[in-house]
């Protein structure tokens, strides 16, 4: 059976294997959900228009594969910094393995430094002060918290994640009960078969695909996971396929509902459903889109400060960011670099460009993921029963997929 390669750091304190699968999940739906749909509806819509669910769909199906590919690779290896384990693995190669390992990192900070921008957008809605001001204070409180311990942090994003998925519930039901032609629409969501629109959508995908950047993540919580072999491939297909159907059917309803030229340069677009209604509503709609959003934020900490942590323990990087605190738990020194590099990205980039960037990284770091399980399909690598295996097209597909969705940003 294979092992995990760092159980611990030169006799120093480790990490705490107690996250459990519904833990794993609502980890994943949280860093998910919400920062695709709180934030970025009104910038995929832009560039899709009214086709926009489609942009959402076509992203869904790209990332299945590359999700099927993490069920085997994280069951293989489950380590955290499992990425830069992944490639290491696969091309036999320290520096390619460091190189995938700093682009998760940067994926992690720039995408936690999008969702502030929008979170800071929601909460001047209710406390009027500048952006640059609430984001800082964002940051640094879920910074605190990220650093206090992995449970503390998971448990509350727990509960942040069944608040927004609430939410979410409350804009389906609100958008049907007040628009009640809203079903006999749909069709105007189905595309023509025309370059013009499927450009659009094509477009507008690699804005949709940050909103399925997050069930990666579950893949670097292994070595703080309950049973990682069974529980880490059902709490990433799970992830994906409920984050699905959240997307379909919010998106929808927005984009029916919602005027598009207010819709499309909207940093908070969801407040945009309830523009006619009352100010309790408005208010409580406003809570908890602060709450989904700074929930995407502590969580994608949280991964960026493990795999830093990994790649230290890994002896890629220096040892001082391997260092756990005796009593948290939790990789201190590795967290305060991450909050750091988070504000500044925060208060001097647009939302926009911090989107695509993301988008753009995490795509290059799916397709390095997907050839080194080809890599390693083709070797001499077998195992038994122990982890979870995928056919050889599985990679393929994701590694295809993945490449033309980043062609197409470039178009």
């Avoid at 942009?55 to 299945?64: E, K, M, N, P, T």
């Avoid at 206090?148 to 608040?163: D, E, H, K, N």
């Amino acid at each position: 059976m294979i092992k995990s390669s760092k159980k611990q750091v030169t006799g120093k304190a480790t990490l705490q294997r107690s996250l459990t699968l519904p833990l794993l999940v609502l980890y994943g739906l949280g860093v998910t959900v919400g920062a695709g749909i709180y934030v970025l509806i009104g910038a995929t819509a832009a560039k899709a228009g009214f086709y926009a669910p489609v942009s959402f769909l076509l992203a869904a199906f790209v990332v299945g594969f590359t999700g099927f590919t993490y069920c085997e690779l994280s069951t293989r290896y489950p380590v955290s910094a499992g990425e830069a384990a992944y490639v290491r693995q696969g091309f036999d190669s320290q520096t390619l393995a460091l190189v995938v390992g700093l682009m998760v990192v940067a994926s992690g900070v720039v995408s936690s430094a999008t969702i502030s921008v929008g979170a800071s957008a929601y909460a001047q809605n209710l406390v009027p002060i500048s952006s640059q001001v609430l984001i800082i204070a964002i940051i640094v409180l879920l910074g605190m918290i990220a650093a206090w311990g992995v449970v503390q942090s998971v448990a509350l994003a727990a509960v942040f994640t069944l608040i927004e998925i609430g939410g979410l519930g409350f804009v389906i039901f609100y958008g049907l009960i007040n628009h009640p032609d809203l079903l006999g629409q749909v069709g105007r969501l189905v595309p023509p078969l025309e370059v013009g629109a499927w450009a659009g959508i094509t477009s507008a995908g690699l804005l949709a695909f940050f909103a399925f950047v997050g069930f990666e993540d579950i893949a670097n919580m292994a070595e703080e996971v309950e049973n990682p072999r069974a529980n880490m491939p059902r709490a990433i297909i799970l992830t994906l396929v409920a984050a699905t159907a959240i997307y379909l059917a919010v998106v929808s309803t927005v984009v029916l509902i919602v005027p598009m030229d207010k819709l499309i340069v909207s940093a908070s677009p969801l407040d945009l459903v309830f523009a006619q209604a009352g100010d309790p509503i408005k208010g409580a709609f406003s809570i908890i889109a602060i709450l989904a959003t700074i929930n995407g934020v502590l969580i994608q900490m949280v991964m960026a400060s493990r795999v830093l942590y990994g790649l230290a323990a890994q002896g890629n990087l220096p040892q001082k960011l391997a260092y756990i605190h005796p009593k948290t738990r939790t990789p201190l020194v590795a967290t305060l670099i991450i909050v750091g590099t988070i504000l500044g990205l925060a208060l001097f980039f647009p939302i926009d460009q911090l989107a695509r960037f993301t988008s753009q990284i995490v795509l290059i770091v799916f397709m390095a993921i997907n050839a080194a399980l080809i890599k390693i399909k083709l070797s001499a690598k077998r195992g038994g029963d122990e982890y979870f295996s995928v056919p050889l097209w599985v990679p393929f597909m994701g590694f295809s997929g993945c490449l033309l969705l980043l062609l197409s940003g470039l178009i």
